[in-house]
């Protein structure tokens, strides 16, 4: 109940989590939302402008493209892609980078030099030019992009969860367990990690809507899953810019709406799991 | 002293591992014998051409004769440029930092005075227009902005070109598209930091001594304030080349993100590895130089 009444109080936050309910509501109940096949092709239809233009139908909210497929059904089944992939990378992510925050901070000395050094080179190399070099000898399914997107962002986890651990470690509690001879691996998962959860929560969030960007960059470049993405249609649109402007500005949209809540709700979150950060 | 030293043998390690990543990636993408050979090559040929290429030895080895030959600065033959692979990657170098240059100056452009003004308008209407519009211009694709921009100045106005490289003109549109998420960042930590020197004993000092709020803001405060944003621009330069790379294939502006994606589809794996590897080298020594520049102009940072 307190976390609601912070939420309505918050009208950042609220406008985020609008925007995400809206958003997960439309690609799990998206088969029952289209108004026509995303895929079928209408060649009567094609290059359909939005229904408020001239010439546009009633049936085509949003338009169609040139192959007469309903820009408007396409959309909503491409916010099925941007869930499934911003979700499952964070998750991989998220498997990757904690356990090596956790046992750099821990143990330091030479793990952890080595871990860092490790986190270091894959700085050195774009997150997206990482996700596109390894996508050319993988085939672009959306298992191997899920793996491909978590493998080139779970270094923000290890080093927020790093550093955290590096002042818990020092704590009285910690200590402690170790005198008592309480083994490693629990100190680090029962004491230590859920410390670090309110962090790890605000970087997901985060990492949730760089993977829904990420994702329609592979898709727009021709790496994504081979399905209907927002980075696909917009890809698709690109060649028609100048006579089916719609067919690009509408996915365009939905990234930038849904990537917008999700950075609204981290931003709230932050400030409701880590007081400190309040001015 | 001790500590540049320090930093410099850290560089080492960071630079073995990504050329043993980048190493990996090539040996995990297959044999690249079948593609260079003509299809009806025999066994024997296949075999020849292993052998020529060093594929038959084991992957340690292979990885060492790869890194003293990166060393070198040799990656091998591009086989679609028939050129050496390093030599093509330098040849596209120079419109890549052409772009990236002026997405930070776009960028700085933009930041400098929003960041300002939302610091000195605090929690005012124009603060959170500001503040929103930074959220905006991150949260937005920068593909995406792009098209968006060729759409508007391009196709409906007609004042800019669409695409390609040459006059001015040309580089205004991609400028923007790569520079944006970059001056979303910076307005906001721009905002932030103002916020705080503004709070700070001396700008009281000069306040009470009657100086002038352009005079405190723009001498005082803003030039505590140009070392933080130099960092950020340096810590996100891996950010801001990804994002040259792709605004590159939006405006098919001739740079290394051309270059790189094309050589991905042809699986042309010698450019790819060079052109991963001078990214990564440019990444480091930026980096590299930042952490230097930052300890040499705020002597209160500790040397840890």
Same mark, same amino acid.
């Given at each position: ?67 007469? @497929? ?210 | 002293?001790?500590?540049?030293? @320090? ?42 051409? @292993? ?152 700008? @009281? ?100």
């Amino acid at each position: 109940m307190k976390w609601v009444k912070m939420l309505l109080v918050s009208k950042v936050g609220l406008i985020g989590v609008i925007i995400i309910i809206l958003f997960t509501f439309t690609a799990i109940f998206a088969p029952l939302i289209v108004p026509h096949d995303p895929t079928e092709v209408n060649l009567g239809k094609s290059s359909l402008p939005p229904i408020w233009l001239d010439g546009g139908e009633s049936t085509y909210l949003l338009g169609t493209d040139n192959l007469g @497929r309903d820009v408007f059904s396409r959309i909503i089944y491409g916010s099925q892609i941007s869930m499934l992939v911003g979700v499952c990378s964070v998750l991989v992510a998220g498997l990757i980078g904690i356990p090596v925050g956790l046992i750099s901070g821990y143990y330091g000395g030479l793990v952890d030099s080595l871990l860092m050094r490790i986190v270091d080179s894959q700085i050195a190399i774009p997150s997206i030019l990482l996700a596109l070099v390894i996508l050319g000898f993988m085939n672009p399914t959306l298992l191997t992009i899920i793996f491909v997107i978590g493998v080139s962002s779970w270094i923000a986890y290890a080093r927020v969860v790093r550093s955290e651990v590096l002042s818990l470690k020092e704590r009285e509690y910690v200590k402690a367990a170790k005198t008592m001879g309480v083994r490693h691996s629990f100190i680090m998962t029962r004491h230590l990690l859920p410390n670090v959860f309110s962090s790890i929560i605000v970087i997901s969030t985060i990492n949730v809507a760089t993977s829904i960007i990420t994702e329609s960059s592979l898709s727009f470049l021709g790496l994504g899953p081979q399905s209907i993405s927002w980075g696909s249609i917009l890809s698709e649109g690109r060649d028609y810019l100048a006579t089916n402007w719609w067919v690009a500005t509408f996915p365009g949209i939905a990234i930038t709406v849904t990537v917008l809540g999700i950075i609204l709700f981290g931003d709230w979150l932050r400030d409701v799991l880590d007081p400190r950060t309040e001015v | 002293m001790t500590y540049i030293i @320090r930093r410099l043998f850290q560089v080492i390690p960071v630079l073995i591992i990504v050329s043993f990543l980048v190493f990996l990636f090539v040996y995990l993408s297959g044999d690249p014998v079948a593609l260079m050979l003509p299809e009806d090559a025999s066994q024997a040929e296949i075999e020849n051409m @292993r052998k020529v290429l060093g594929l038959d030895k084991p992957f340690i080895v292979q990885y060492g004769i790869f890194l003293l030959n990166a060393v070198n600065g040799d990656f091998g033959q591009s086989f679609i440029y028939k050129q050496e692979a390093l030599g093509i990657v330098l040849e596209r170098l120079p419109a890549t930092f052409e772009l990236m240059i002026a997405s930070i100056i776009v960028s700085t452009i933009i930041a400098i005075p929003l960041g300002v003004w939302s610091a000195i308008r605090r929690n005012t209407f124009v603060d959170l227009f500001i503040s929103s519009s930074s959220i905006l211009g991150k949260a937005m694709p920068n593909f995406w902005l792009g098209m968006m921009l060729v759409l508007l100045f391009s196709v409906t106005l007609q004042l800019l070109p669409v695409s390609g490289k040459g006059t001015i003109y040309h580089l205004i549109l991609p400028a923007i598209t790569a520079g944006t998420a970059m001056a979303a960042q910076l307005t906001r930590m721009l905002r932030s930091h103002m916020i705080e020197v503004l709070s700070q004993d001396y700008i @009281r000092t000069a306040r009470s001594k009657g100086l002038g709020s352009f005079v405190i803001i723009f001498k005082h405060a803003l030039r505590n304030s140009m070392l933080p944003v130099i960092t950020i621009i340096a810590l996100q330069i891996s950010t801001l080349v990804g994002g040259a790379l792709i605004t590159e294939t939006v405006f098919s502006w001739p740079g290394l993100g051309q270059l790189i994606i094309q050589a991905i589809h042809a699986r042309d794996m010698a450019v790819v590895q060079a052109c991963v590897l001078v990214i990564a080298v440019f990444v480091i020594v930026v980096n590299l130089l930042a952490d230097l520049l930052y300890r040499v102009v705020d002597p209160r940072i500790k040397y840890n």
